[in-house]
């Protein structure tokens, strides 16, 4: 019974989230019709101390980036550097390579370490025009998107910054680049099969006369093609940011050590010390520090064009990365009471009797990142509960806990996006389109992903290679 009580809550906010209902509204009800179910009494102490404490976790943390990355996007739009860029691709690459080059971008960004997240915003006023100038259905870009930023660069290639490979580091003992061979391969399975997915919808798409679109939501400001920057200075802050981020995550542990306390003499008003765990916010504040660089260089070299629409495109953005970091968080709040319930942990003691060690892993952990909606938060709760048991059953088999990371850390970016999970509903969002128009695409991609992992499974058995 706790079990179906688990796979209802899924279920309905799946239902919700696929309907166009908000995610903000309907996470804790179906969280917390959960908890009804399971203990009515712990109804309100569940949706304070867990999922409210979840919840306001993850704006404390990421609201910033959500906030930065949105109007980054936006200068970078205002500024007319997303068209110059696309207009330069188009007579480069060709408009008929459209999902190349966002996958591409996309990419590019993501294995720089810049988040998932950010990505979207960064990524859509190109993504926008380029499919505009193309005459490809505006409902097809998320899959591009997703495939570029959530798929191969996050989880796949070797040495990715993102937090999906370097969970597993801690666990076993292993690098970011761990299995680089299976981690190569993995990746071009998914950007061959993925591409190839992509391609035949946008043909069939042009087969049957569809154009971009009509009606549409949240469309970039577009700009005169006389008046655009030259496409060397559009790109310019992209790789600002790309470095910097690169560089200060490097840097910042140098500067303030693995702890930095601030003397409580320094805020009076404060009374106590303010002490930081660095490891834990170097990400999140390289990531900030370089969205600001490169908010700083767009409007020093594009003054006059984004001043004048400076106040009205701010306030659009940060409204935009308001509710793209609550649904977000209110998706991690309801993964982390779900975690909590009885159900859960019935599926993780039924995901332990699977015999093979490779696919236990990589069944556990896309199923629990499916669950939950989240492949960091998936994979945390089953390296948490599990991680022994894989690295028994992998040294049992004599296989080396690099082939382990690899499996998971790829696993946890199978099945984690559906439809209620937080990374789908910001990029839908952004992009002003719904489940109905475009999570087709978004599926699968996640279909892909999920694929991959038992592909380099079986790559490793026949061939043996890491």
Not at 290 to 318: H, P, Q, W
Not at 409 to 420: E, K, N, Q, V, Y
């Amino acid at each position: 019974m706790s079990f179906l009580i688990v796979l209802a809550a899924l279920a309905f906010l799946m239902f919700a989230a696929y309907r166009g209902y908000s995610v903000i509204l309907f996470a804790p009800i179906a969280a917390l019709g959960a908890v009804l179910l399971t203990a009515p009494d712990a109804v309100a102490p569940v949706f304070t101390g867990i999922f409210m404490e979840k919840m306001v976790g993850f704006v404390k943390l990421y609201f910033p980036v959500f906030m930065l990355g949105a109007v980054f996007g936006k200068v970078i739009e205002l500024s007319g550097f997303s068209e110059s860029i696309v207009n330069a691709a188009i007579r480069y690459i060709g408009r008929s390579r459209a999902n190349a080059v966002i996958v591409a971008v996309c990419a590019l960004l993501t294995y720089g370490g810049v988040s998932l997240f950010v990505v979207v915003f960064a990524v859509y006023p190109f993504a926008a025009e380029l499919y505009r100038q193309s005459n490809i259905p505006k409902r097809l870009m998320p899959g591009a998107i997703a495939l570029g930023a959530f798929s191969f660069t996050m989880d796949s290639l070797p040495g990715t910054p993102q937090i999906q490979n370097i969970i597993p580091t801690t666990f076993f003992k292993t690098t970011s680049w761990a299995a680089p061979v299976l981690g190569t391969v993995g990746s071009l399975f998914i950007i061959v099969v993925g591409l190839s997915y992509l391609e035949w919808r946008r043909r069939a798409a042009l087969a049957r006369g569809e154009g971009y679109g009509t009606s549409l939501v949240n469309e970039p400001e577009r700009m005169p093609a006389t008046s655009l920057p030259h496409p060397a200075l559009a790109i310019l802050p992209l790789i600002v940011v790309g470095v910097a981020n690169f560089v200060l995550t490097r840097m910042i542990p140098q500067w303030y050590g693995e702890s930095f306390t601030v003397p409580a003499e320094i805020l009076p008003g404060v009374h106590t010390p303010v002490t930081a765990t660095i490891k834990t916010v170097v990400a999140i504040w390289a990531v900030e520090a370089a969205l600001l660089l490169g908010i700083v260089v767009v409007i020093l070299t594009a003054f006059r064009r984004v001043s004048a629409r400076f106040a009205d495109g701010s306030k659009a953005a940060v409204g935009g990365a308001l509710l793209a970091a609550m649904n977000t968080a209110s998706e991690y709040g309801f993964g982390g009471v779900i975690a909590a319930l009885p159900g859960f942990i019935v599926v993780g003691d039924a995901l332990k009797s699977i015999p093979n060690p490779l696919v236990n892993a990589a069944v556990s952990v896309s199923s629990l990142a499916g669950i939950t909606g989240s492949a960091s938060g998936g994979m945390s709760i089953a390296l948490a509960a599990m991680s022994d048991l894989f690295i028994k059953g992998a040294q049992a088999a004599q296989i080396p806990l690099e082939v382990l990371h690899r499996v998971v850390s790829m696993a946890s970016g199978g099945m984690d996006t559906l439809p209620h999970n937080g990374a789908v509903i910001t990029l839908l969002a952004v992009t002003g389109l719904t489940h109905k128009e475009s999570y087709r695409e978004i599926f699968a991609v996640t279909v892909i992903k999920t694929l991959a992992v038992f592909f380099v499974i079986a790559f490793y058995y026949v061939t043996g290679l890491v």
